[in-house]
């Protein structure tokens, strides 16, 4: 999840807006959900544990690379 809040924020912080596309976990796996995420909805990140997350640098260039190649960011397993 670090990774995601990462990109998300990046792309916020640059007023880029995009879709958000993954599977729902443990339902039908022809189904999606997608949300729109844009700068001015307003978004919060909460992390259980008190440990800080670790953030991939390569994770998060290639989640970046996928949602400004198409402006649609799917997510094809939970991050983290």
Request: proline share 9%; with cysteine; charged share 20%.
């Amino acid at each position: 999840m670090a990774n995601l809040k990462v990109v998300i924020g990046t792309k916020l912080r640059r007023q880029e807006s995009f879709m958000m596309t993954w599977h729902p976990p443990g339902g039908d796996p022809g189904r999606t959900c997608s949300a729109w995420i844009h700068p001015a909805i307003p978004l919060q990140f909460a992390f259980d544990g008190e440990s800080i997350p670790q953030v991939e640098p390569a994770h998060v260039a290639a989640l970046m690379e996928r949602a400004n190649a198409t402006g649609d960011l799917v997510l094809t397993h939970l991050i983290d």
